[in-house]
């Protein structure tokens, strides 16, 4: 029986073999993530992590190889997964249906051959920027527009990248607090599949080279669908751009999951230091006292307010980054902690001690 790569061979620089070995990580499950995923898969790629915590909806249907009308209502990376056993048997797919902070750590992303960044916000697209940055990541990002696409790649950190190519207020986007989002979101852009599969051809090409050891020359590129027209852009180093700063080797690996409790994560750390997280997540707020005993409740992040359905009073919305004001018994997962995620911990003497996680089951299977 032929080889089902055999037509690879005869490709100038194609390597199945460190394609084989190689893990993908694919973040955003939707018209792009899709093209991105399903070439990555059938060229041969061993290993695909996708994530994304959206659904399928109807509209999609218009725009995704990997999507059928029976998958409406499920989470994007199941059905994309469950496309791609058919399509590309011999790749290992790993769905995480969370966004992108809960979803991919950052040792995770250190470690992947490539990220592949499929996302429609400018906010979304920084986020992932950023912590690629963080873990020293190579990463290819692509967006389209009605007629019109780009790719812009972050291979080393030392070369302008995609924050580069945007003022201090554009960049700071990333910045604003999820309230104030909400209240003004990012309207969908119209697309097609026709742009969308041109996009996704460019991202995999040059995700495929950098795999191989020979990135494009190029970081920037534009496609112009009306013009018939694609050329390379050559962006500046912004000397005020935040993304230029690698976090740096690990001090502390610890045999921790998100399956693990806060309990189980602060006693790996020495005396004195506070761990933070990357995400805010909501922590219990006193409601009132009654008989003698203080009663608390949680409160989801939000700007409206919430009463306490046993009292009345009004619950003010309260977060922290800080480990020490969870529950001790709470998941790690439950408040937004990624598999292989890199969290920060200072101690008394304000030193940093950065502590590795491990991946856990969910992520292993």
Known sequence: MTDRFARHA????????LLGDATAVVCGAGALGNEVAKNL????????????????????????????EKDV???KVEAAAEALAGLAPQCAVQPRAAGLTAGVGLAELRDSSIVLGCLDSRR???ELLGRCALADARLVDGGTGPWSGEVRMRVDAAEPCYGCTLTARERAVGDLPTAYTD????????????????VGAWMTTAALQIVFGQPPDYRMLRIE???????????????????????????????????????????HLPDGYTLNVWAAFPVRTTCSVRDGQ?????????????????????????????LSDADRSDRLSGLGVAPGEILPARGPDGAVLLVELGSGRDAES
């Open 73 to 75: 209502g499920r989470p």
């Open 225 to 267: 669908g009306l013009t018939g027209t694609t050329g390379p852009v050559a962006p500046r180093l912004a000397p005020d751009c935040p993304h230029h700063r690698p976090l740096g080797p690990v001090d502390l690996r610890v045999p921790i999951s998100p399956d693990d409790t806060v309990e189980d994560l602060l006693s």
């Open 183 to 198: 209240l003004y979101p990012e309207r969908e852009m119209a697309a097609s599949i026709a742009l969308t599969a041109l």
């Open 10 to 17: 005869g490709l100038p620089g194609w390597r199945q073999d």
């Open 294 to 322: 203080t009663r608390y409740h949680r409160a989801a992040n939000g700007t409206q307010r919430r009463h306490c359905m046993q009292c009345g009073a009004v619950i003010r919305p309260a977060s922290s980054y800080r």
């Open 41 to 68: 898969g059938m060229a041969g790629i061993g290993r695909l992590i996708i994530c994304d915590p959206d659904t399928v909806s109807r509209s999609n249907l218009s725009r995704t190889v990997l999507f059928r």
């Open 124 to 126: 979304a697209r920084l």
